[in-house]
T-cell receptor, first 114, second 114 residues
Framework: DGGITQSPKYLFRKEGQNVTLSCEQNLNHDAMYWYRQDPGQGLRLIYYSQIVNDFQKGDIAEGYSVSREKKESFPLTVTSAQKNPTAFYLC?????????????FGSGTRLTVV | QKEVEQNSGPLSVPEGAIASLNCTYSDRVSQSFFWYRQYSGKSPELIMSIYSNGDKEDGRFTAQLNKASQYVSLLIRDSQPSDSATYLCAVNWNGGTSYGKLTFGQGTILTVHP
């Protein structure tokens, strides 16, 4: 079945530690996105990529980094510079850049700082 | 910064009633609109998309778009307890720095009680 796989489902981070969230899609979609969701909040865009080897900052990119070396993969690293990383992280993809077709979401990674 | 506004609710309706969810957006330069449903602890799933003024029906769901009033709504007929979820409105902007990215509202919590 085609879809987006995020791993791990739950992740615990110690203070000062970098962690990487995985996102893989087999939908052959060009564009991929990372969103953050806090309790009772909507989705806020962290980074997005419209094509391999290219990505742009979203609204809340500080403390995060990404790479897009393969069409299928768009990992997100939460660095120690992100002071409040506890949140639900959602990866999404769309057929092409432009968003006209909406997004398909992965099942999410819940990150907690311990 | 383009914005999408929703009443956070909660909106409570009895089983079998029509639930009406509303969304306004800040700029006329927009081209596509989406409604996502998100169950607690899960990722959003696309339930409706609408691109032109008027109504679009899909089963028990009807999306309504009025670009002149910058307003999009979702009607759920014959509401069921299984419709209880958070409903996210998303807008794809047609130009400017927000082009190609969906901007989400904060979501409306819907509760359908038996």
């Amino acid at each position: 079945d085609g879809g987006i796989t995020q791993s791990p489902k739950y992740l615990f981070r110690k203070e000062g530690q970098n962690v990487t969230l995985s996102c893989e899609q087999n939908l052959n979609h060009d564009a991929m996105y990372w969103y953050r969701q806090d309790p009772g909040q909507g989705l806020r865009l962290i980074y997005y990529s419209q094509i391999v080897n290219d990505f742009q900052k979203g609204d809340i990119a500080e403390g995060y980094s990404v790479s897009r070396e393969k069409k299928e993969s768009f990992p997100l690293t939460v660095t120690s510079a992100q002071k409040n990383p506890t949140a639900f992280y959602l990866c999404a993809s769309s057929i092409r850049a432009g968003g006209d077709y909406g997004y398909t979401f992965g099942s999410g990674t819940r990150l907690t700082v311990v | 910064q383009k914005e999408v506004e929703q009443n956070s609710g909660p909106l409570s309706v009895p089983e079998g009633a029509i639930a009406s969810l509303n969304c306004t957006y800040s700029d006329r330069v927009s081209q596509s609109f989406f409604w996502y449903r998100q169950y607690s602890g899960k990722s959003p799933e696309l339930i409706m998309s609408i691109y032109s003024n008027g109504d679009k029906e899909d089963g028990r769901f009807t999306a309504q778009l009025n670009k002149a009033s910058q307003y999009v709504s979702l009607l759920i007929r014959d509401s069921q307890p299984s419709d209880s979820a958070t409903y996210l409105c998303a807008v794809n902007w047609n130009g400017g720095t927000s082009y190609g990215k969906l901007t989400f509202g904060q979501g409306t919590i819907l509760t359908v009680h038996p």
